[in-house]
């Protein structure tokens, strides 16, 4: 099994920063597919970034284009969501996910099997 921890969220003003990273343990891990998505209070979890293995593969959501970057540390099993150009719609409870038959297809990553505890995103205006 996959074992998925998002850490880096907290309380930001809108046009700041965060970063979002996870740690993953298994030993297929690296080789996966690996999402970022968010949930806010009252709607549904959409996704928001999304890499494949190899970097080659990247998704990421109309909303965060240009503002939002993915990337992946192999070595370290982690993925980071570096967030910049905050705004208070990007409010939400972040999670990371990946999965064995994990893909990104051209509207976004499918079939996410592993999942992150989430960690809480807020931007104040």
């Known amino acids: 099994q996959v074992q998925v921890v998002e850490s880096g969220g907290g309380l930001v003003q809108t046009g700041g920063s965060l970063r979002l990273s996870c740690a993953a343990s298994?030993?297929?891990?690296?080789?996966?597919?690996m999402g970022w998505f968010r949930q806010a209070p009252g709607k549904e979890r959409e996704a928001v970034a999304a890499?494949?293995?190899?970097?080659?593969?990247?998704y990421y959501a109309e909303s965060v284009k240009g503002r939002f970057t993915i990337s992946r540390d192999k070595f370290k099993n982690t993925v980071y969501l570096q967030m910049n150009s905050l705004k208070p719609e990007d409010t939400a409870v972040y999670y990371c996910?990946?999965?064995?038959?994990?893909?990104?297809?051209?509207?976004?990553?499918?079939?996410?099997?592993?999942w992150g505890q989430g960690t809480q995103v807020t931007v104040s205006s």
């Open positions: 298994g030993r297929t891990f690296s080789t996966y597919t």
């Open positions: 996910a990946t999965g064995e038959r994990m893909t990104i297809a051209t509207n976004g990553p499918r079939s996410p099997d592993y």
């Open positions: 890499i494949s293995w190899s970097g080659s593969s990247i």
